[in-house]
């Protein structure tokens, strides 16, 4: 298990839009998922868990994934929560 503590640089933070993406980016890795912030940790693949967690540009936010390709889920989700890319 691996886990990364990164800070949010999307201009408007964890939206639906961004989280669509998240979402569909965290669902292509065969690791479990998981992001924490602000007493709360969810599930990166479900949606539903995604959209109460609330955490605006600024903030930060640890990605922790555990598995196979657990070095490039992390790698991947900081670089789109950080850059939008």
Do not use: H, P
Not at 3 to 9: A, L, M, N
Not at 20 to 34: E, G, M, N, T
Not at 47 to 71: F, L, P, R, Y
């Amino acid at each position: 298990m691996k886990e990364k503590t990164v800070t949010i640089g999307l201009t408007d933070g964890l939206d639906a839009g961004v989280i669509a993406v998240l979402v569909q980016r965290a669902c292509k890795f065969s690791s479990s998922v998981y992001l924490q912030a602000e007493g709360k940790k969810v599930n990166a693949k479900s949606i539903m868990g995604m959209m109460n967690m609330g955490v605006n540009k600024g903030k930060e936010i640890t990605i922790v994934a555990d598995g196979e390709d657990e070095d490039t889920a992390i790698s991947e989700l900081e670089e789109y929560l950080t850059t939008g890319k």
